[in-house]
């Protein structure tokens, strides 16, 4: 399974609006579709604010991230 969010970060390490999902490949279960998507939602927030220097917020503030999230399934070759 796969999930691409897109989102933009300002320069405290807050969400400048909401993650957008840009790609995704979610298998066809869809009980574990949304515990794999909360998990991702869940650990983001968990995540934030980051903790950026002075000049690492400078240079992010901003711009647009769009980290990819995998998951392999157990027992799947």
Request: aromatic share 6%; no cysteine.
């Amino acid at each position: 399974m796969s999930l691409t969010l897109q989102f933009s970060l300002r320069r405290n390490g807050t969400l400048i609006g909401k993650p957008r999902a840009t790609y995704s490949d979610l298998g066809t279960d869809p009980q574990l579709s949304r515990a794999f998507v909360a998990s991702i939602l869940k650990a983001l927030d968990d995540a934030l604010p980051l903790p950026f220097s002075d000049s690492m917020g400078g240079a992010i503030a901003g711009r647009m991230l769009a980290p990819r999230f995998t998951a392999a399934i157990e027992g799947a070759s």
